[in-house]
């Protein structure tokens, strides 16, 4: 048997998680300190090194030689994004591209501040603020552009100036003129004089409008709600069109607005969309508007004409007035229905998604097709969309040649897989890439599929996509797009109550966008499915099943009614109820009920757990594993139970309880602390000061709109490596890898005034799927997990705290957000992303949301959580609550829904939430303490699994030794001084193994090595004592020099005098 480990950890313990400064293993861990603490903090807890560790194992090694290299591949990597993440919208007469050398005006006060990636122009909740490298000033005169700077000079100096009558907020700053409204009177001023008017005659080769979003108050300037614009933007093209010969407008926004008015307007010759680029990204533009780059982005969710007329609108909070509702000012301010006790309102409210699955274009396209059946072809449709899903132009043509696998017509099963391959030739005259996209169109209702129970579909759903590389002109390549056959099946929560593929007639489009038949290469097969199939076997060969009927009865009690293709006018969402009173006893229903979760457990089956009732009991002899045993093994391997069968009561509480950014160490099976940051953009986040951040990459609907998966796989990668090198420059304190990435956001873009749209993908959950998914392979290859969340349900809409989950500490557990569906909406739209993340690309860590789905919060929904997510997909990780600052967060429901750990916000100073207690635990009744604790060891098995996947298990970057000749006294430093030792007399030192390592890697331990001892003398490096009887007099310099495996060596220089 090998050496366990050191037996001795010279760490303290941040809330029993952060292990520190580390020579060896404890028996049993201090209690933890409340911050984290610094490395004279883990002098003072040194103990002797009683036996050598392991070997250092390097798990993931990094491609690059330095952080900084980490870094650049990033900005590298974010570049790449942004020139495939631009999208062309409008390209007139091949306005685009514009030759370099080109002398231009730029106009409209986003372009010296443009949006490089926030939520609504603000700092992202988890993400942090962009440090832009490249704007657009900078990215046209790196191009060759030459620009018009008396129209940026005077953008510059308005921006300096204050608001004339403006107020000054309590920090007496008045605010500056930082929009196109606030600068209204300024231009109109500045295009009389003649230096103005001079300067667009000499820079007048083109002008280019950069938009952003609506500036003003809402209902001011011709303004209902923040996704428009202003007049003022609008009359601002109108200058452009009439100053200039080409105009293009530039779009920095990749929350559809609308611009259906720029878009049909003949003044305007182009539209590029520019997204929101992240740090660097702007420094695309350039060379996209040259040519240079040709412009390869696709849309990932329908732009419409008016957002007003979408079905979510009036169901959504839109973070502005109550006009936003409707003009009869329907609603509350949330957007959502209060609930009422005996006439009081209570902290509890409720939303419908009675959209159902008619979710972006799902809504416009199928709508569309019911509309042509009784009017004019695409009448509409084009009244209503302006850029459809999956649409983008490009500065070239492309020609496509499909070639199905399966001949069409032909008859196939759920067994079967369509293939098409697509040959893809450039006919223009500009390099660039091409994507082709899969849709199908299912049979509906009873007359196409001759099913009595008329399952909700949409028209035509997206099923695969592909891109080519850059082809020059004439070149070809071919692609091949696919779907299996029962991935068209329809979930009926019904009759069936699975998945169901109905007899009938399946349409596959190889098409440009989701509006098939709007470019030119679109084609499309028939296959027909000769009787209905149930797809009811998942992929760990479990039974799909209902899991929500809770969810769904709910949705019809509560008075909500699903919108329907079958009639689109009479089910159209219209708003809702403001306040609903409910009785005392249905209003206790939403708390948490022990009695009903332990029911979903056999208490016999699972008898009376083993667990180490006294850390001082633990032996090598009883216990043989550590966590490094089980690196690479199955989830379900029998040496996880064995291992948590090790651990104490407190220290499975504490791996539950403590997981605010991190997840505990615990010394005695080798469990090193993990430390785990936000957010979507990159390492950004939290934990992350200006030294230890890294890039911010571009918003991810930019990132999507690549529609690149090798991209996709690359990001995962340098999320890896960037990991791997963590916080290793740190002047001082601890190192540490970054090993669990609080991000990719993967909510479905329900609505546009989601305030967190841009941390979410897409309006699709194909697409969402397949990009977090590629994010989690590249990821977990350099030893990172990444993290899906909000999962799921999330609704934002604002972030008031007051509805998204309750009052913050002093709430009920009754509290929060209830979001009722039906389980075909939640299972077809809202958690298809997450199971491709899963199954296809092997994700171990979530982030469950504040949401109640029904009346359960999300986080511990068994149903969600345990049957579908770990039942159905597979999932073997560990899911963590979002922060922990309202009451209904509830430790124990979570684990015995089947998440794992609490992000506790105390490293916050915030308090909410029930945690697990060991001493209420065993004071329990049997049955359900030992539930409970069985369900505890569950939990610290998915952490456990989750951790020895990753790059926590090997040292961090920057592991050094740190070895001081001073000690601290009294808050101070004083050096360390051997006293005068005399010959033929017996010396004894005090201590001098005083040496400590940076890191909270568990498996290592410091030797020591002496240099220039006085002939008689020793150094015992177990006590770290020089002694012995010197034999010669003189003056030495004694050297100890502290190594170990993987660290920088450090050494300590003392003088010793020895006497006669």
Request: with cysteine.
């Amino acid at each position: 048997m090998r050496k366990r480990m050191l037996k001795k950890w010279m760490a303290l313990m941040l809330s029993g998680t952060l292990v520190l400064g580390l020579i060896g293993c404890a028996d049993n861990a201090e209690q933890p300190a409340e911050t984290t603490p610094e490395v004279s903090d883990v002098q003072e807890s040194q103990e002797e090194v009683q036996e050598a560790s392991p070997e250092t194992p390097v798990l993931y090694e990094s491609e690059y030689g330095s952080k900084q290299e980490a870094l650049q591949a990033g900005l590298d990597l974010n570049l790449a994004i942004a020139e495939e993440g631009m999208i062309l919208f409008k390209n007139e007469g091949s306005a685009l591209p514009i030759a370099s050398g080109s002398k231009v005006t730029l106009l409209g006060y986003a372009a010296i501040d443009p949006n490089a990636g926030a939520s609504h122009n603000v700092v992202d909740a988890s993400a942090g603020a962009a440090i832009a490298q490249a704007n657009i000033i900078s990215s046209m005169e790196e191009a060759g552009f030459s620009l018009n700077n008396t129209v940026l000079d005077s953008y510059t100096q308005w921006a300096s100036e204050d608001v004339e009558g403006a107020e000054a907020d309590e920090n007496g700053n008045v605010p500056k003129k930082t929009s196109d409204i606030l600068v209204a009177d300024d231009f109109a001023k500045a295009a009389e004089t003649d230096e103005w008017k001079a300067s667009l005659e000499e820079y007048g080769d083109a002008a280019f409008v950069v938009i952003s979003r609506g500036t003003g108050e809402i209902a001011q300037n011709g303004r209902v709600h923040e996704l428009q614009l202003d007049d003022i933007q609008y009359e601002l093209i109108d200058y452009a069109a009439e100053n200039f010969d080409k105009v293009i407008v530039l779009v920095n926004s990749c929350t559809p607005i609308e611009i259906a008015g720029i878009q049909r307007n003949d003044a305007v010759d182009a539209v590029l969309n520019i997204g929101e680029p992240g740090d660097n990204g702007l420094a695309a533009l350039g060379r996209v508007l040259t040519g240079e780059v040709n412009p390869s982005g696709r849309t990932v969710d329908t732009w419409p004409v008016d957002h007003t007329q979408n079905p979510s609108y009036t169901i959504f909070n839109t973070r502005v007035s109550a006009m936003a509702q409707g003009e009869d000012g329907n609603g509350t301010m949330t957007g959502y229905t209060q609930y009422s006790v005996n006439g009081e309102p209570v902290n509890t409210w409720s939303v419908g998604y009675e959209e159902g699955i008619y979710v972006g274009y799902r809504y416009y396209e199928t709508r569309s097709f019911e509309e042509n059946k009784s009017g004019a072809e695409d009448a509409w449709w084009n009244a209503n969309v302006n850029y459809p899903f999956g649409y983008g132009l490009s500065y070239t043509d492309f020609e496509w040649e499909v070639t199905p696998a399966t001949a069409a017509d032909s008859t196939v099963t759920k067994t079967d897989t369509l293939t098409f391959d697509v040959k893809v030739t450039n006919t223009g005259d500009i390099a660039g890439k091409d994507v082709v996209e899969l849709y199908y169109t299912a049979p509906y209702g009873k007359e196409e599929t001759g099913n009595d129970t008329v399952i909700e579909k949409s028209y035509v759903a997206l099923g695969d996509f592909a891109k080519t590389s850059v082809l020059e002109p004439g070149a070809s390549e071919t692609v091949q797009v696919s779907i299996d056959v029962s991935d068209m099946a329809s979930y009926d929560d019904v009759t069936d109550r699975t998945y169901v593929l109905d007899a009938g007639t399946y349409n596959i489009k190889i098409a440009g966008n989701s509006h098939y038949g709007m470019m030119e290469n679109d084609v499309d097969f028939d296959y027909m499915v000769a009787e209905k199939e149930l797809c009811n076997e998942a992929v760990t060969g479990a039974e799909i099943t209902n899991a929500l009927d809770d969810v769904t009865e709910g949705f019809a009690s509560e008075g909500y009614t699903a919108l329907t293709r079958s009639n689109f006018k009479g089910t159209m969402p219209n708003g809702f109820e403001a306040v609903k009173e409910i009785s005392e006893e249905e209003y206790a229903t939403w708390g948490y009920d022990n009695d009903a979760f332990n029911a979903y457990y056999d208490a016999a089956a699972i008898g009376t757990p083993t667990y180490e009732t006294d850390a001082a009991n633990r032996t090598e002899e009883q216990y043989s594993v550590v966590l490094s045993d089980l690196i690479g093994a199955d989830a379900d391997d029998a040496r996880y139970q064995e291992l948590v069968e090790q651990l104490t009561l407190e220290e499975l509480a504490d791996l539950v309880n403590v997981g605010g950014f991190n997840s505990v160490g615990i010394p005695y099976i080798g469990k090193p602390y993990s430390r785990d940051t936000d957010g979507p953009k990159g390492w950004t986040g939290n934990y992350t000061d200006t030294n230890d951040r890294y890039n911010y990459f571009s918003a991810e609907p930019m990132i999507a709109a690549t529609y690149n998966e090798d991209l996709l796989y690359q990001m995962g990668e340098v999320i890896g490596e960037q990991g791997l090198w963590g916080n290793s420059t740190a002047a001082g304190g601890m190192v540490y890898s970054y090993t669990g990435w609080y991000a990719p956001g993967m909510n479905i873009h329900r609505s546009p005034f989601d305030s967190r749209f841009p941390e979410y993908y897409s309006e699709d959950p194909f697409l969402t799927g397949t990009m977090a998914a590629n994010v989690s392979q590249g990821a977990k290859s350099r030893g990172c997990y990444i993290t899906l969340k909000h999962f799921a349900f999330h609704n934002d809409g604002g972030g008031s705290s007051t509805y998204r989950f309750g009052a913050i500490g002093n709430g009920t557990d009754k509290e929060g957000l209830s979001a009722w569906m039906t389980e075909q909406t939640a299972r077809e739209i809202y958690l298809k992303g997450y199971q491709k993340a899963v199954e296809e690309g092997g994700a171990t860590f979530a982030m469950g949301s504040f949401t109640r789905i029904g009346k359960t919060w999300c986080a511990g929904s068994y149903g969600v959580m345990n049957q579908i997510t770990r039942g159905e997909w597979g999932f073997e990780g560990a899911v963590v609550t979002d922060i922990v600052i309202y009451n209904a967060c509830n430790a124990y429901q979570l684990i015995k829904a089947g998440s794992s750990m609490m992000l506790d916000a105390k490293v916050y100073g915030l308090e909410g939430g029930r945690y697990l207690d060991v001493d209420e635990i065993l004071a329990m009744e049997e049955e359900d303490r030992n539930i409970t604790i069985h369900c505890m060891q569950e939990a610290a098995k998915q952490i456990l699994y989750m951790v020895a996947n990753s790059n926590a298990m090997q040292l961090p970057k920057g592991a050094k030794i740190i070895y001081a000749d001073t000690v601290e006294v009294d808050g101070e430093d004083v050096a360390i001084e051997l006293t005068e030792a005399k010959v033929g007399t017996a010396y004894t030192s005090e201590p001098l193994n005083t040496a400590i390592l940076n890191t909270y890697y568990p498996y290592s331990a410091i030797t020591y090595a002496v240099e220039g001892l006085p002939e008689g003398m020793t150094f015992d490096a177990g006590t770290g004592i020089i002694g012995g009887t010197p034999s010669k007099a003189g003056d030495y310099t004694i050297k100890i020099t502290a190594e170990a495996t993987g660290y920088e060596a450090a050494s300590i220089e003392l003088p010793l005098t020895v006497v006669k």
